[in-house]
């Protein structure tokens, strides 16, 4: 099945294929940094690095660019308030962005252009379409004459005059229309600005995406992505001064993720509704945090909640237990031989017992691997048919409950040590990882492990004041160590070769 991605430009699923044969170039919208990330940043961010990451499991070589907003009215207003330099506001966000975002998981981008970076790109952009009649100079700002651009309002869908009558645009009687924007906004008292053959000033916000995507990926590149609330006016105006510009298509894909919203409001700082990141990973694991938006279609809205966080994270923890107890049935040593003699394994022979071999699967085994191989090809299916994750996730899950189901039936010691099924259960949790891991970017706290060194045998002393407590049959105090350990993410697990500890991720 080929990959089919919905665009946006066009309405439709199109076949994916790439200007350069197995090289995807590819941007996305970033941050404005004015303030901290909340989890409708959040969301963009996984959804784009998921792609990203299913486009490399394909074999693609993407070159993935995520620009700053580092000057713009609202960085310039609250530094104002803060009584502090714009690019020092701008920059305390930036480190905290990348704080959060490399504790999801988030792969760097390639490239994160700044648009203090490239003022004299932006000005020569500027130049070029007031050469070709596009824009227009007004008192030291340049505004895009968008009647100019016959196709305005292609990827929004919205007719040029509905919107002037339909839309509220900011009153400026010296714009030939009221839907022409700002390329170069001319400085006011105490305001940043730079040289230019308009005055004194900065760049609007739409010029600056299409100046810095244009230098890195080109005229014409395959990906343009970003959240809904983009979409107009934001991309409609990066479309329109881009192909004035090159007379050329300016992306050939657009993707847009969906909104999150709170109580069915969307999620922004404007309306104060925002749960930031950094909150939220104060309580819950990364692994939880892209669990949750992984098991809603990225078009769709996500609804925040403190119990769809924790509905995620019980999902987590089914794949957390299924490959713990397959790493604990494979360290079981295998002790008696199909024909019944004792044998012990030497060191050597364990890499050697887990090796998967197709020909060795005894007939008992072959549901089972017939259930492994279809996983990887219902999550490509899945994953093909534009990157549907709660149809992906939806295939590891049923392959967890096909461990957990041939694992009952492996309970005896001589089952433990058949060379097909140990071989197969190491291949499972190896299919788990390769797809978890490498396209959703999952798993990174399966085992949690303690901070402090003297953890291990405090543990072992807490463990044995229990074994005491029960012996006594104290079950008051066997149960209130238990569940005091539960509320610091310590979890105990009676089995027949004792008690066993662990840490459980958030």
């Not at 310039?76 to 714009?86: G, H, S």
């Not at 990141?277 to 949750?292: H, W």
Request: proline share 4%; hydrophobic share 35%.
């Amino acid at each position: 099945m080929s990959l089919k991605i919905y665009n946006t430009l066009t309405r439709k699923k199109e076949e994916f294929v790439p200007i350069q044969e197995g090289k995807i170039k590819m941007y996305v919208c970033g941050l404005t940094p004015y303030s901290d990330c909340h989890m409708g940043h959040t969301r963009c961010y996984v959804t784009f690095d998921v792609i990203r990451r299913y486009l490399e499991y394909k074999g693609y070589e993407v070159t993935f660019i995520q620009n700053f907003t580092d000057i713009d009215d609202k960085i310039i207003e609250r530094a104002k308030q803060r009584d502090m330099p714009c690019e020092e506001l701008a920059k305390k966000y930036i480190d905290e962005y990348f704080k959060n975002m490399d504790k999801l998981g988030i792969k760097r981008a390639t490239l994160y252009p700044r648009v203090t970076e490239h003022i004299p790109d932006v000005i020569d952009f500027i130049k070029v379409l007031i050469e070709k009649g596009y824009a227009y100079q007004v008192d030291g700002d340049v505004f895009f004459e968008v009647s100019k651009f016959k196709e305005y309002g292609k990827l929004s869908g919205r007719n040029l005059d509905e919107m002037v009558h339909g839309i509220r645009f900011e009153v400026d009687t010296r714009k030939k229309n009221p839907a022409d924007f700002a390329l170069w906004k001319s400085a006011k008292e105490g305001e940043p600005y730079w040289d230019s053959p308009f005055g004194k000033g900065r760049p609007g916000w739409h010029i600056e995406c299409s100046t810095m995507s244009i230098k890195y990926l080109g005229e014409t590149f395959d990906i343009h992505g970003g959240g809904q609330d983009l979409a107009f006016p934001h991309h409609e105006n990066e479309i329109a001064q881009s192909e004035s510009y090159t007379g050329k298509t300016f992306a050939n894909l657009w993707i847009h993720n969906g909104m999150v919203t709170l109580n069915q409001e969307k999620m922004s700082k404007s309306l104060g509704n925002e749960f930031l990141i950094k909150n939220v990973l104060e309580k819950y694991s990364s692994d939880v945090v892209r669990l949750f938006f992984l098991g809603t279609y990225y078009k769709s809205p996500v609804e925040f909640s403190l119990e769809n966080l924790d509905q995620a994270k019980a999902g987590l923890q089914r794949f957390y237990n299924t490959l713990r107890n397959v790493d604990n049935f494979l360290k079981i040593e295998p002790t008696t031989s199909m024909d019944g003699e004792m044998y012990k394994l030497l060191p050597g022979e364990q890499k050697t017992l887990i090796e998967f071999d197709p020909n060795q699967i005894e007939e008992k085994d072959k549901e089972f691997y017939e259930a492994i191989k279809q996983t990887e090809e219902r999550f490509t299916q899945a994953m093909d048919d534009d990157f549907n994750t709660p149809m992906a996730l939806a295939s590891l899950y049923d392959l967890v409950t096909a461990i957990n189901k041939f694992i009952s039936k492996m309970g005896t010691l001589y089952e433990c040590s058949r060379f097909s099924g140990r071989a197969l259960l190491k291949l499972a949790q190896e299919t788990i990882y390769k797809l978890g891991e490498e396209v959703f970017g999952l798993f990174k706290e399966v085992e949690s492990k303690p901070k402090n060194e003297l953890v291990p045998e405090l543990m072992e002393i807490i463990i044995n004041i229990r074994q005491m407590a029960r012996a006594k049959k104290d079950w008051e105090l066997a149960d209130k160590i238990r569940t005091e350990l539960d509320k610091l993410n310590i979890i105990l697990e009676d089995t027949p070769q004792g008690t066993k500890w662990r840490c459980n991720p958030r």
